[in-house]
Structure formats: structure tokens, C-alpha cells
């Protein structure tokens, strides 16, 4: 018998229509949520990620950063990565587990890795701590690496620049002393105090 009332689906599509047109409901809004409820209806919702408590001023994060610089004359500068960033209200940067390449373009011969770095606020250099280890080559294309506690990465001189004790090694010499400074193309690279080398004959 006919009770008057509309099938079961027709009153279900009229449902879904009032709400989707129902004042004060913003279709994004509704389609967000229908997404959300079917990615959890699915069990796709991964766990939230556990991260340690960042510092009271900082502002953001970036994890796996990737960062290409340029100039103004449109060529590469340096890149960059970085397992994690970190934005600071006073505009610094943090960075954990860094590497850095390509300074000055695509004649540099440096590689750059380091536990942490920063660059310092309205500043055009990154400092790296830790266990900084450089690999690269002399003007002669001789292999050169060596490593120290501090190093400077001075983008407008394009100069490396450490104070702390440093270790370098050629294929010929083992070299220790405190203080060096390098350009980014390696045609000059100065130990400054302190110097003891060991030339293999």
C-alpha cells in the first residue's frame, strides 16, 4: 500500500542534498569531512608522528629538506639538504644532519657534511658544528679532505673559514693545525696557526 511517504533511497538523496545545500555549510567543508570519514571508515589514517618538543620560540619544521639556491643572475649558488629544519621567530634557521655542495656554482670542489648547522638571522653564511667533514680538491686537482669542530660558510666572499683545530689529508701529507681558510673553488687553501704536517716522501 501507498503510505504516502518517498522511497528509502529517494529520502536519502534528498538528505544529502539539504545538507549540501544548506545554509551556513561550505561545500569544501562537507567534502573534507566525507573524505576524512571514508579514509577512516578504510583504516587509511596513519599514526601521528612522534617528534621531540621544539624549542618555545621556534615557529616551523621541514623535514627531508631539499634547497636549491640562486642568484640573481639566475645561476646555481649552493644546495643544500638537511634531515630537518627548523624556523626561529628571530628568522634563523637550524639544521640537523646537513650536507652542502655546489658553493659558488658549478666550479666548487667542496662537499660539506656536518651533525648540525645554522644560518643566523638577515646573515649570508651557515655555520656548521659538530663533526664537520669537507672533501673536495686542491687548484692541482689533488684530493684534499679534512675536518674540524666549527666551520664558517661565508656565501658573499665565498670562503670557508674555521678557528678551531682542524685535521687535512692529501695523498702525500697529513697536515694539523688551527684555523684554515679555503675559497670555494679551491685554489687557496691557508692553514693558519699552529702547524704541523707529515709529508710522505
Given at each position: 500500500p501507498d503510505s504516502g511517504c518517498p522511497p528509502v533511497s529517494e529520502?536519502?538523496?534528498?538528505?544529502r542534498m539539504?545538507?549540501?545545500?544548506?545554509?551556513?555549510?561550505?561545500?569544501?567543508?562537507?567534502a573534507i569531512m566525507g573524505a576524512v570519514g571514508i579514509a577512516l571508515l578504510?583504516?587509511?589514517?596513519?599514526?601521528?608522528?612522534?617528534?621531540?618538543?621544539?624549542?618555545?620560540?621556534?615557529?616551523?619544521?621541514?623535514?627531508?629538506?631539499?634547497l636549491r639556491r640562486f642568484g640573481d643572475d639566475g645561476q646555481l649558488e649552493y644546495r643544500a639538504t638537511a634531515d630537518r629544519a627548523t624556523y626561529f621567530a628571530d628568522g634563523s634557521l637550524a639544521l640537523s644532519t646537513v650536507d652542502?655542495?655546489?658553493?659558488?656554482?658549478?666550479?666548487?670542489?667542496?662537499?660539506?657534511?656536518?651533525?648540525?648547522?645554522?644560518?643566523?638571522?638577515?646573515q649570508d653564511r651557515i655555520e656548521l658544528t659538530g663533526a664537520v667533514n669537507v672533501h673536495g680538491r686542491?687548484?692541482?686537482?689533488?684530493?684534499?679532505?679534512?675536518?674540524?669542530?666549527?666551520?664558517?660558510?661565508?656565501l658573499e666572499s665565498e670562503t670557508l673559514r674555521s678557528e678551531?683545530?682542524?685535521?687535512?689529508?692529501?695523498?702525500d701529507k697529513h697536515v694539523e693545525a688551527i684555523g684554515l681558510v679555503a675559497d670555494f673553488q679551491g685554489t687557496q687553501v691557508e692553514l693558519l696557526n699552529r702547524v704541523r704536517a707529515e709529508i710522505d716522501e
Open positions: 529520502r536519502k538523496s534528498r538528505l539539504s545538507a549540501l545545500t544548506a545554509p551556513g555549510i561550505p561545500l569544501l567543508a562537507v578504510q583504516g587509511d589514517s596513519s599514526p601521528p608522528e612522534n617528534i621531540a618538543a621544539p624549542p618555545p620560540d621556534a615557529r616551523s619544521y621541514l623535514a627531508d629538506m631539499r652542502v655542495d655546489y658553493l659558488g656554482g658549478r666550479q666548487s670542489v667542496w662537499t660539506l657534511s656536518a651533525p648540525s648547522g645554522r644560518v643566523p638571522p638577515s686542491d687548484e692541482a686537482g689533488v684530493p684534499v679532505d679534512f675536518n674540524t669542530e666549527q666551520l664558517l660558510v661565508e678551531a683545530p682542524v685535521e687535512l689529508r692529501s695523498p
